[in-house]
């Protein structure tokens, strides 16, 4: 995008001060812009937001009713958003008079999202007036998954779990107790609970979403997640749709825009022409799966054009361990690095990598070039997409880094950081030890570098006995829908011998809590407290999720002790949830749990919600002084502030270069050097390393440095993969037989307005994005006779579905697509719910392993408080289409790679759009060729897993401990 001639309107509301002044002289000049705005020059934009001495009594006239005057009085409270990860500010308009939440409007004061949102954050208030929103704890009535539910009281909730986990626990059934967590969003909370109690019980979502890309950026640095600079970057690439979707889309998305009106150039790799793509200088449509070809294509470039960074190179990465032990016939020189590296993507040429992806081999060299003259200001991510996708996904991120080191942007300004260095961990109060169990059932032997837990495969490993789960909690997390294999997991929960007993904590109704035991109703973005910050840009924050008509009462000065005494119904939380059921299951402190959930202030004494928080706040780096500076004087002092802002800025572009940072002399007292790698030690763990004569922090991984060469690949058996490498995808065209219709399905993109299972209740969001065709070039339309809106039968490894065509050319030819979030089911006999979103549908199973389900009804106007709810016109609620898709584990990073090869045919005349039928036998047998790739632990010493490696709630390392393998 270049410059544009304004227009007469954007002329006359630029001189009349409108709007800023977007088309000055010096608009091209990429230093010194106008618009590089600072966070209070943000603000001012929103200069007509209520400013927060008002927040308490803010008066709005009704416009409906112009020109007679009604006005209404609100109270605002702020909080986040919890309809994606990115925690986005809202506030909540609370009516005076009714004491109910109006509308949410976005924080300005919340340095992640300034101010803004995306159409999800407001449309909470859908969420919370949703007439089929669930209430009340309910308890299932006869057999698991009949539909039959009966209110309860939250004690009988916590008396009968509580008593089920201590017996477990009192029996050393440690890891028969889990809770697996679909949208996190709390820092640390849960690692406090579950290693309060000793287990190692918290198994997550990730290896659906994002641990390939984790393991790809890990492998080099030790961190896992990118955390891009894009506001302040010159050219930016991304493998991902981060205008659109994704974390932490909102954030980076006006980043990415801030950072092209200054002159940055934005190039998008996806064979989905989507909102991202649209909007960026160069499209690379790449055939799925071979986008790390085309990286190292780049690298090659970069590196024989000399455009990369020298000083970065030679002081940032493990270059002399690789030269070492890959070409120990030289010396050990810079230039002979460079030489090997050179030597090493000989084959990468863009012509090879043209071959692979079908991007012109041009267009890779003329970014190649421009990703060199960024230099230190190239910013770029991968999230889900292509490391989520393919076999050997992780080698994208691995791939995408290499440019980041070559240029030497890692963690530079404009380049791309690690996430930890914008992101702020909190210190809580009685901190438990880490547990002294290992749960195979989470990471099994096979996959001793999987990222994270093997969610996917927990019903695969029940089917084969490999354990039992006696109490399971699933939170707003529902993989009968959203997993892969969804029918298998159907199966097992229905199994009271595997799932002892369920308790789905949720705030809407989804496919897994119809065969859950419990459903509690869990809160939304404005009903609960949670700690969020996450690596949005170059700074770091901490912002608090409140329940807004709590924190409206207490201001009110109408108190109350448990937040589901102000929400709707019976709606509560999990932070007061858990601490409650952490006292109960230790009531007496016997078993050394409840010393834990103990207050900091009042000793002996179950901790509240609010000395929780104060705790953590008034820990934070420059909060004392800015609630002191605020009028805040009190024990709560800081905790008041953040009630009364929602958010705060730790600080703003201090974080680049950390590695950088020099240890200091008390560090440094009784350290000794490596002298061979300069890696310096110091009681027995690595603490920095040696630059340039000087003791720095530097990179959490072995070598302290960049590791192009990773020797943590050889000793865990993967030698071919010690450098950054190119691994053909298990849709690979060379795998796929055209003549027989087989098509590579793209299914992991989101529709931007809607989120995995909890828009089904937010009607605005519904009424926006309802179906979800597949999306299919007209070349190949027309090879088979498709019009937008025929039926297409599309067959997977395990079964099909039918869904309707839409002819496009947003989409690459050979390649189909389909989004994820449609497609949302419930059964005759089951509660209604999500009715703006859900059709009906009939589920038969033979017994034998094959499942049907045929939609009943679609979507249908119904009558409801809710005067919208008759106005709906759409029918047609889309296809669920995960649960045709049998597992595929990466044998490495242990993500799921979600492309499919599909079969494409025409339905016969007797099926229907949205039939689907699954074999489960089928789905299990696949499960076991993918595991047949693996190679397990043990690894070096015994050991289960990599000390360096993070895991999700780490277990005890010491030597003997759960870290190892004893027999
Ligand atoms: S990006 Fe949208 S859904 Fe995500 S937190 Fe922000 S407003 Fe909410």
């Given at each position: 995008m270049g410059y544009k001639k304004p227009s007469f309107i954007e002329n006359i509301a630029e001189k009349i001060g409108i709007?800023?002044?977007?088309?000055?002289?010096?608009?091209?000049?990429?230093?010194?812009?106008?618009?590089?705005?600072t966070d209070e020059e943000v603000a001012q934009l929103y200069e007509n937001f209520p400013p927060p001495s008002k927040w308490d009594n803010w008066v709005e006239y009704n416009p409906k009713v112009w020109p007679r005057k009604e006005k209404t009085t609100y109270q605002i409270v702020p909080t986040t958003c919890?309809?994606?990860?990115?925690?986005c500010g809202l506030t909540a308009f609370i009516n005076k008079e009714t004491q109910q939440v109006v509308k949410l409007e976005g924080n300005p004061y919340h340095p992640g999202s300034r101010g803004r949102n995306c159409a999800k954050g407001p449309a909470t208030i859908n969420q919370i007036t949703d007439p089929d929103r669930i209430l009340y704890p309910l308890k299932r009535k006869g057999k698991r998954g009949d539909g039959e539910w009966e209110r309860v009281s939250w004690d009988e909730v916590l008396d009968t779990i509580s008593a089920r986990i201590r017996k477990a626990i009192q029996e050393g059934r440690h890891n028969e107790i889990a809770y697996h967590v679909g949208r996190p969003g709390h820092e640390k909370f849960m690692n406090w609970i579950l290693q309060g109690w000793g287990i190692d019980g918290h198994n997550s979502h990730t290896n659906i979403c994002s641990s390939g890309a984790r393991f790809g950026y890990n492998i080099w640095y030790g961190y896992d997640r990118p955390s891009p600079d894009h506001a302040n970057a010159k050219f930016i690439l991304l493998i991902s749709a981060h205008l659109e979707s994704g974390h932490y889309f909102n954030p980076h998305a006006q980043r990415i825009i801030e950072g092209k009106m200054k002159g940055a150039k934005l190039a998008t790799m996806d064979p989905r022409l989507s909102n991202t793509a649209s909007m960026s200088d160069y499209w690379l449509p790449t055939y799925p799966g071979t986008e790390a070809a085309v990286l190292l294509a780049m690298a090659k470039i970069i590196l024989e054009e000399n455009l990369y960074n020298r000083d970065y190179l030679e002081n940032w990465t493990n270059w002399q361990e690789y030269l070492k032990a890959k070409h120990s016939d030289k010396e050990v020189t810079f230039e002979n690095y460079i030489a090997a590296m050179i030597e090493e993507y000989k084959d990468f040429t863009p012509e090879y990598a043209e071959s692979e992806s079908g991007v012109k081999a041009e267009t890779i060299v003329e970014i190649a070039r421009l990703i060199g003259e960024a230099g230190e200001r190239f910013a770029s991510h991968n999230w889900r997409a292509a490391g989520a996708s393919n076999l050997g996904g992780w080698a994208v991120a691995r791939c995408l880094h290499f440019l980041s080191v070559l240029t030497g942007a890692v963690g530079a300004k404009g380049g791309t950081s690690p996430n930890s260095w914008n992101k702020f961990s909190p210190t809580q109060p009685n901190p438990p030890k880490p547990q002294k169990v290992w749960n195979e059932l989470h990471f099994p032997k096979e996959y001793p570098l999987a990222f994270f837990e093997m969610s996917q495969l927990l019903p695969h490993f029940l089917k084969e006995g490999r354990g039992k789960l006696d109490m399971y909690f699933s939170r707003v997390f529902n993989p009968v829908w959203t997993y892969p294999d969804g029918f298998t997991w159907m199966e097992q929960f229905m199994d009271e011998s595997k799932f002892g007993m369920h308790a789905a904590l949720t705030p809407t109704w989804n496919e897994t809590a119809f065969y859950a035991d419990f459903v509690l109703p869990m809160g939304l973005a404005s009903e609960r407290h949670d700690l969020n910050s996450y690596a949005t840009h170059g700074g770091t924050w901490v912002a608090f999720r409140q329940p807004v008509l709590r924190e409206a009462a207490r201001r009110n000065g109408n108190p109350v002790e448990y937040t589901y005494q102000a929400n709707p119904g019976e709606v509560w939380e999990e932070d007061e949830f858990w601490i409650e059921l952490s006292w109960r299951i230790d009531p007496d402190g016997s078993m050394g749990i409840r010393k834990h959930f103990e207050s900091p202030y009042r000793p002996g004494e179950k901790i509240t919600i609010d000395e929780y928080y104060q705790y953590i706040f008034e820990r934070v780096k420059g909060l004392p002084e800015a609630a002191k500076k605020d009028g805040f004087t009190g024990a709560f002092a800081e905790l008041e502030y953040m009630k009364k802002y929602g958010a705060f800025a730790i600080e703003e572009g201090e974080s680049y270069k950390m590695n950088e940072k020099p240890l200091t002399e008390e560090q440094l007292k009784g350290a000794e050097i490596d002298d061979e790698t300069g890696v310096i030690r110091k009681n027995g763990k690595d603490i920095g390393v040696m630059v340039n004569g000087k003791a720095v922090v530097g990179f959490p991984t072995p070598s302290r440095k960049n590791e192009f060469y990773s020797q943590t690949m050889v000793d865990w058996?993967?030698?071919?993969?010690?450098?950054p490498t190119y691994i053909k995808s298990h849709i690979h065209n060379d795998v796929l037989d055209k003549s027989k219709g087989e098509y590579v399905l793209?299914?992991?993109?989101?529709?931007?307005?809607?989120?995995?299972?909890?828009?089904?209740?937010?009607k605005w969001l519904v009424e926006i994005s309802n179906r979800n065709p597949i999306w299919m070039h007209p070349d190949d339309a027309k090879k088979w006779g498709f019009k937008t809106g025929d039926l297409v039968k599309m067959n997977t490894d395990i079964g099909y579905f039918i869904d309707k065509v839409w002819v496009t050319q947003s989409m690459k030819p050979g390649v189909v697509a389909c989004s994820h979030h449609i497609g949302r089911w419930r059964r005759p006999q089951d509660k209604i719910g999500n009715r703006w979103a859900t059709n009906t549908v009939k589920i038969e199973n033979d017994g034998k392993g094959g499942w049907k389900m045929n939609t009943v009804s679609g979507i249908k106007p119904f009558d409801s408080k809710d005067k919208d709810s008759k106005r709906i016109f759409w029918k047609d609620g889309g296809v669920h289409q995960n649960i045709t898709h049998a597992v595929h584990p990466d044998p490495i990073s242990g993500m799921h790679t979600w492309h499919q090869r599909v079969r494409i045919e025409k339905p016969g005349p007797n099926e229907k759009y949205g039939d689907i039928f699954v074999d489960t036998n089928k789905s299990h047998e696949i499960y076991k060729e993918w595991l047949a790739m693996t190679r397990p632990a043990p690894g070096p010493d015994g050991l289960r897993r990599p000390l360096w490696f993070k895991r999700a709630f780490t277990p005890d390392k010491s030597p003997g401990g759960p870290y190892y393998i004893k027999d």
């Amino acid at each position: 995008m270049g410059y544009k001639k304004p227009s007469f309107i954007e002329n006359i509301a630029e001189k009349i001060g409108i709007i800023p002044n977007l088309h000055k002289e010096e608009y091209q000049k990429f230093d010194g812009d106008m618009r590089h705005f600072t966070d209070e020059e943000v603000a001012q934009l929103y200069e007509n937001f209520p400013p927060p001495s008002k927040w308490d009594n803010w008066v709005e006239y009704n416009p409906k009713v112009w020109p007679r005057k009604e006005k209404t009085t609100y109270q605002i409270v702020p909080t986040t958003c919890f309809n994606c990860e990115s925690a986005c500010g809202l506030t909540a308009f609370i009516n005076k008079e009714t004491q109910q939440v109006v509308k949410l409007e976005g924080n300005p004061y919340h340095p992640g999202s300034r101010g803004r949102n995306c159409a999800k954050g407001p449309a909470t208030i859908n969420q919370i007036t949703d007439p089929d929103r669930i209430l009340y704890p309910l308890k299932r009535k006869g057999k698991r998954g009949d539909g039959e539910w009966e209110r309860v009281s939250w004690d009988e909730v916590l008396d009968t779990i509580s008593a089920r986990i201590r017996k477990a626990i009192q029996e050393g059934r440690h890891n028969e107790i889990a809770y697996h967590v679909g949208r996190p969003g709390h820092e640390k909370f849960m690692n406090w609970i579950l290693q309060g109690w000793g287990i190692d019980g918290h198994n997550s979502h990730t290896n659906i979403c994002s641990s390939g890309a984790r393991f790809g950026y890990n492998i080099w640095y030790g961190y896992d997640r990118p955390s891009p600079d894009h506001a302040n970057a010159k050219f930016i690439l991304l493998i991902s749709a981060h205008l659109e979707s994704g974390h932490y889309f909102n954030p980076h998305a006006q980043r990415i825009i801030e950072g092209k009106m200054k002159g940055a150039k934005l190039a998008t790799m996806d064979p989905r022409l989507s909102n991202t793509a649209s909007m960026s200088d160069y499209w690379l449509p790449t055939y799925p799966g071979t986008e790390a070809a085309v990286l190292l294509a780049m690298a090659k470039i970069i590196l024989e054009e000399n455009l990369y960074n020298r000083d970065y190179l030679e002081n940032w990465t493990n270059w002399q361990e690789y030269l070492k032990a890959k070409h120990s016939d030289k010396e050990v020189t810079f230039e002979n690095y460079i030489a090997a590296m050179i030597e090493e993507y000989k084959d990468f040429t863009p012509e090879y990598a043209e071959s692979e992806s079908g991007v012109k081999a041009e267009t890779i060299v003329e970014i190649a070039r421009l990703i060199g003259e960024a230099g230190e200001r190239f910013a770029s991510h991968n999230w889900r997409a292509a490391g989520a996708s393919n076999l050997g996904g992780w080698a994208v991120a691995r791939c995408l880094h290499f440019l980041s080191v070559l240029t030497g942007a890692v963690g530079a300004k404009g380049g791309t950081s690690p996430n930890s260095w914008n992101k702020f961990s909190p210190t809580q109060p009685n901190p438990p030890k880490p547990q002294k169990v290992w749960n195979e059932l989470h990471f099994p032997k096979e996959y001793p570098l999987a990222f994270f837990e093997m969610s996917q495969l927990l019903p695969h490993f029940l089917k084969e006995g490999r354990g039992k789960l006696d109490m399971y909690f699933s939170r707003v997390f529902n993989p009968v829908w959203t997993y892969p294999d969804g029918f298998t997991w159907m199966e097992q929960f229905m199994d009271e011998s595997k799932f002892g007993m369920h308790a789905a904590l949720t705030p809407t109704w989804n496919e897994t809590a119809f065969y859950a035991d419990f459903v509690l109703p869990m809160g939304l973005a404005s009903e609960r407290h949670d700690l969020n910050s996450y690596a949005t840009h170059g700074g770091t924050w901490v912002a608090f999720r409140q329940p807004v008509l709590r924190e409206a009462a207490r201001r009110n000065g109408n108190p109350v002790e448990y937040t589901y005494q102000a929400n709707p119904g019976e709606v509560w939380e999990e932070d007061e949830f858990w601490i409650e059921l952490s006292w109960r299951i230790d009531p007496d402190g016997s078993m050394g749990i409840r010393k834990h959930f103990e207050s900091p202030y009042r000793p002996g004494e179950k901790i509240t919600i609010d000395e929780y928080y104060q705790y953590i706040f008034e820990r934070v780096k420059g909060l004392p002084e800015a609630a002191k500076k605020d009028g805040f004087t009190g024990a709560f002092a800081e905790l008041e502030y953040m009630k009364k802002y929602g958010a705060f800025a730790i600080e703003e572009g201090e974080s680049y270069k950390m590695n950088e940072k020099p240890l200091t002399e008390e560090q440094l007292k009784g350290a000794e050097i490596d002298d061979e790698t300069g890696v310096i030690r110091k009681n027995g763990k690595d603490i920095g390393v040696m630059v340039n004569g000087k003791a720095v922090v530097g990179f959490p991984t072995p070598s302290r440095k960049n590791e192009f060469y990773s020797q943590t690949m050889v000793d865990w058996k993967w030698p071919e993969y010690a450098t950054p490498t190119y691994i053909k995808s298990h849709i690979h065209n060379d795998v796929l037989d055209k003549s027989k219709g087989e098509y590579v399905l793209v299914p992991t993109f989101r529709l931007p307005t809607l989120i995995h299972t909890r828009s089904g209740n937010a009607k605005w969001l519904v009424e926006i994005s309802n179906r979800n065709p597949i999306w299919m070039h007209p070349d190949d339309a027309k090879k088979w006779g498709f019009k937008t809106g025929d039926l297409v039968k599309m067959n997977t490894d395990i079964g099909y579905f039918i869904d309707k065509v839409w002819v496009t050319q947003s989409m690459k030819p050979g390649v189909v697509a389909c989004s994820h979030h449609i497609g949302r089911w419930r059964r005759p006999q089951d509660k209604i719910g999500n009715r703006w979103a859900t059709n009906t549908v009939k589920i038969e199973n033979d017994g034998k392993g094959g499942w049907k389900m045929n939609t009943v009804s679609g979507i249908k106007p119904f009558d409801s408080k809710d005067k919208d709810s008759k106005r709906i016109f759409w029918k047609d609620g889309g296809v669920h289409q995960n649960i045709t898709h049998a597992v595929h584990p990466d044998p490495i990073s242990g993500m799921h790679t979600w492309h499919q090869r599909v079969r494409i045919e025409k339905p016969g005349p007797n099926e229907k759009y949205g039939d689907i039928f699954v074999d489960t036998n089928k789905s299990h047998e696949i499960y076991k060729e993918w595991l047949a790739m693996t190679r397990p632990a043990p690894g070096p010493d015994g050991l289960r897993r990599p000390l360096w490696f993070k895991r999700a709630f780490t277990p005890d390392k010491s030597p003997g401990g759960p870290y190892y393998i004893k027999d």
